[in-house]
């Protein structure tokens, strides 16, 4: 079954460390999506990419990194200059940039303690 | 500023009883509307989409949602709950694909 695939479900770190999020998608789809989400504020776009090698920023991208070696994957640092980054994160890609409908994998809770 | 609004955070409805999810948006022009499902701990389903063309949308699960462009709204509605229907939904809208804006949402409860 295709899909999106995000690991772990839920991740512990301490602060001051590096974590990586991973999103794997196996639908042939070209552009891919990071959000934050928090409760009470819906989802926030913090960096996409539509092609291989390249990536933008979203709303709030001061604090990550991401990359783009391959259609399939597009994992998210949370870096230790992120202020506040306990919350869920959700991947999403759609099957081309002049598309609209996101397809969302199951998410990673983080918590940093 | 562009901005969609959920007005409701926390509906209670009770199985059997009808629903209607409010959703309002901030934009120049029509946008492409959405309505997305999640359930707790889990990611996004899309229930429905409103492009262009007839003004009531039929989704999966038995939900429609209906575009009032002179009231800027796209609500969402269910004629009979299912205890299964309790999550949290999301309406969201777009002009391109990298820039959609989500609601804070709305979390239905269902009483038996």
């Known amino acids: 079954d295709g899909g999106i695939t995000q690991s772990p479900k839920y991740l512990f770190r301490k602060e001051g460390q590096n974590v990586t999020l991973s999103c794997e998608q196996n639908l042939n789809h070209d552009a891919m999506y990071w959000y934050r989400q928090d409760p009470g504020q819906g989802l926030r776009l913090i960096y996409y990419?539509?092609?291989?090698?390249?990536?933008q920023k979203g709303d709030i991208a001061e604090g990550y990194s991401v990359s783009r070696e391959k259609k399939e994957s597009f994992p998210l640092t949370v870096t230790s200059a992120q202020k506040n980054p306990t919350a869920f994160y959700l991947c999403?890609?759609?099957?081309?940039?002049?598309?609209?409908?996101?397809?969302f994998g199951p998410g990673t809770r983080l918590t940093v303690t | 500023a562009q901005s969609v609004t959920q007005p409701d955070i926390h509906i209670t409805v009770s199985e059997g009883a009808s629903l209607e999810l409010r959703c309002n948006y901030s934009?120049?022009?029509?946008?492409?509307l959405f309505w997305y499902v999640q359930s707790p701990g889990q990611g996004l389903q899309l229930l429905l989409k409103?492009?262009?063309?007839?003004?009531l949308v039929q989704g999966i699960k038995g939900f429609e949602a209906e575009f009032k462009r002179s009231q800027s709204s796209f609500n969402l509605r269910k004629p009979s709950v299912h205890w299964s229907d309790a999550a949290e939904y999301f309406c969201a809208v777009s002009y391109n694909n990298n820039d959609m804006r989500f609601g804070a949402g709305t979390r239905l409860t269902v009483k038996p």
């Open positions: 990419s539509q092609i291989v090698n390249d990536f």
């Open positions: 934009y120049g022009a029509t946008p492409y």
């Open positions: 999403a890609s759609t099957k081309d940039p002049g598309s609209y409908e996101q397809y």
């Open positions: 409103y492009f262009s063309g007839d003004t």
